[in-house]
């Protein structure tokens, strides 16, 4: 007997060490949540940043639950977090800012 071929096709996308996008497909049984698609992935620098909290996982740019339920077509992304809060960038950047205009006018 034949056994029955996953129902439910979906895309992983990461970015690569190199700083590339890396679009895979992966197809998973019919009912899979984004916990069995985290479950299925076979790649251990992928699995080993999930673990060690580096990445988190998304479907289309949202954060959800493990237990939320994939469908045909949904693109799970795994995100590295935040280094910096935006607001800090941006305060630090203006500093720069400020302290280059104080220089230029020596």
Known sequence: MRSAEPALHI????VDAG?????RPLALPAGATLGDALAAI?????????????LVAA???ELEPPTAPLFPGDRVELLEGLRVDPKVARRRR?????AQK???RR
Do not use: K, S, Y
């Open 94 to 98: 203006a500093e720069v800012r400020q």
């Open 42 to 54: 076979d790649l251990p620098a992928l699995r080993e940043g999930l673990t060690a909290g580096r």
């Open 102 to 104: 104080g220089r230029d």
């Open 59 to 61: 479907v289309f740019g």
């Open 19 to 23: 700083g590339r996008v890396v679009l």
């Open 11 to 14: 895309e992983l996308a990461w």
